[in-house]
Structures are given as C-alpha cells and as structure tokens.
C-alpha cells in the first residue's frame, strides 16, 4: 500500500547571477533533496506561502595592490515570497539587495529590479501529466519536471551619478533601466534511496536602455546549465529532521555586452562552476550552505575582466526558508 504524503515540500534556494536571475530549489523531509543553485522540480503546496531569505557574498581577486578601483566584494540579498496558486502552479516575486564595494572604499547598495516568475510543474507517469496534489513515496521517485518564466521590471535605480556627477558604470547600477526576460526548464529525478539528480537551463535576454547621458547599453544574454547530485546523510524521521550533501556543475555563458550598438570590450565569456554545499532542513524550515568555485572559465578579454564572473576568489552562499 502506498503511502500518501500531503505536499510538504519548502526549503528554498534561490540563484541570482550579476544581472539578477533567481532559481528555485524546494524539498521536504521526506522524497527527493534539493541543491543550492540549481532548479529543482517542485511547485509550493496549493494555498501554502513560502518565504525565504539568501545572501550571495562574492569575493574577487583583485589584480594590483593599489587601491585603484577594482571590485573588492558583492554581497546579493534576495527576499522572497512564493505562492501556490494551484498543485501545478507557483507564483513568486524576488525583491533583491545589492552592494558592490570596490578597493577604493568606493561602495553603492540598494534595492534592485523586482523580480516575477511562474512555475509550472509537470510529472512524467505514463505521459506527460500536471503536477500532483498529493504523492506517494512511488510517485515521487517518477521524473518531475517544471518549465518557469521570469520578467523584471525596472524599479531599481539605472543613473546613479558619482560625487562629480558623472553617471556610474553600469554594471554598479542597481538597476537595468528596461524590462529584462527569462525562460527555462527544470528536470528532477530521485532514486527513492537516499540520491536525487537535478538538472535545469535557462535563458535570460536584455532590453537596451538609454542612460542620462545618452550611452546606449545592452547587456548581454545569458545562458545557464545547470546538474546537481544530492545525497541525504542524516535523518531524525521522528524529530523530522534532515541533512543533506550535494554537489553541483554550474555552467554560465555571458553574451558580449552591446554599447551604441557594438559589442561592448571585456564583457562575455563563459565559465564552469563547482559547489558544494549542505541542506538542514527541519519540519517546515530549511537552510543550506555552499560555497561556489570557479573551476573553468574562457572569458573574452579575461585580462580586462577584472570583477566579472568567474574572477571570484569564492561565492558563499546562504539561504534560509519557511513554508506556512
């Protein structure tokens, strides 16, 4: 006989890149784990809220001594609130928190874009079906899958100005200054043992934007690839309480940047990330560590690319998260 479990899948970890771009992962106590950055296949419980924290602190190797400009740090906050609109369906909005501080004690924090996504969860049974309400431990081990949507909306801040009134790099802006979109696809297999396996890819595209100035910026589309291993190593089933190890490969392909309609120098490239990191999670409540390693990178002007991705000394990464 099969055991029905109400969803209680919570615990969140929420992605979000140098042009902002949030990823989901949710577990419960029971079933498949989740990763850090990569997107699981889950959607929220119908009628359940899920409210989450995470802070992405970035350190990055700087190539003088002097102190003369070059990123020093970035610390990303994103808070969260999701929504399951139906079993199949989840709705959330991301409001990230930027500071970017460079070695010259140079430093700009602020809200950035909201951030708007939809996920639709599917289960392979026999077919393609929309997510269930209610699973077994069997059903769970079938391949879930979800495809999202994403949409920011410029409420950042795009011109802000230095102490002489001159407009900031863009890239230390808190805000693109246009819409920007993102689609994607999450895949999601547990072995009913004690390993799950999580895939997913996206792609995220930018509007030009027209500063003060007059400069004409378009950044450059990104591409994400990401695979992940997830090991539960501990377990308190009678105290709901869990541990779990994962591993993960995340691939990031930046396009080259677009200024006055030409491709932008020391922008783009690509790079291969390695993380692992730990999931606790505990009833409703869920958080995990990792710490984000650039292991290969092909950047087009690497030289000039100081405190771009993949010029990261480490990204550490937290996240916090409740289900009510």
């Known amino acids: 006989m099969k055991k029905v479990l109400g969803m209680t899948a919570l615990a969140c970890a929420a992605a979000w890149g140098h042009h902002g771009v949030p990823s989901i992962s949710l577990t419960g106590v029971d079933g498949p784990g ?5 997107t699981s296949s889950t959607t929220l419980p119908e009628g359940s809220f899920l409210g989450y924290l995470k802070l992405d602190h970035a350190k990055y190797k700087t190539y003088t001594s002097a102190k003369d400009g070059e990123m020093e740090r970035t610390d990303y906050w994103l808070y969260g609130l999701g929504y399951g609109a139906t079993p199949y369906l989840s709705a959330y909005v991301f409001m990230p928190y930027y500071t970017k501080a460079l ?6 924090s602020g809200f950035h874009d909201v ?4 996920v639709l969860g599917l289960v392979y049974d026999e077919g393609f079906k929309l997510a269930r309400k209610n699973e077994s431990l069997d059903d769970m081990e079938d391949w879930h899958f979800t495809l999202f949507v994403n ?4 409420t950042g801040d795009s011109e802000r100005k230095d102490g002489s009134g001159a407009l900031i790099d863009p ?9 920007s979109l993102m689609a994607g696809a999450s895949m999601t297999k ?12 996206s792609y995220n595209t930018f509007f ?34 869990r541990l779990d190890a994962s591993l993960e490969a995340n691939y990031l392909y930046l396009g080259r940047d677009e200024e006055d309609g030409v491709g932008a120098e020391a922008t783009g490239g690509s790079i291969l990330y390695t993380t692992p990191g730990m999931r606790l999670t505990y009833k409703t409540v869920s958080a995990a560590m990792g710490v984000k390693l650039p292991t290969a990178t092909d950047l087009n002007e690497a030289d000039l690319q100081q405190g771009s991705e993949g010029k990261e000394r480490y990204r550490l990464i937290f996240t916090f998260s409740t289900l009510f």
């Not at 989740?34 to 990569?38: G, K």
């Not at 230390?172 to 200054?177: K, N």
């Not at 547990?190 to 890819?201: E, K, L, P």
């Open 34 to 38: 989740a990763p850090l950055e990569t």
């Open 103 to 108: 070695d010259d004690a140079t430093m700009v």
């Open 115 to 118: 951030n708007l996504q939809l």
């Open 151 to 154: 949409g920011t909306l410029p």
């Open 171 to 179: 890239g230390m802006q808190t805000g693109f200054g246009e819409p």
């Open 190 to 201: 547990w072995f009913g043992n004690a390993f799950t396996f999580v895939g997913d890819c």
């Open 208 to 241: 030009e934007h027209t500063y003060d100035d007059g400069t004409k910026l378009r950044f450059g589309d990104e591409i994400r690839v990401n695979g992940a291993l997830t090991a539960r190593v501990y377990e308190l089933p009678k105290s709901r309480l």
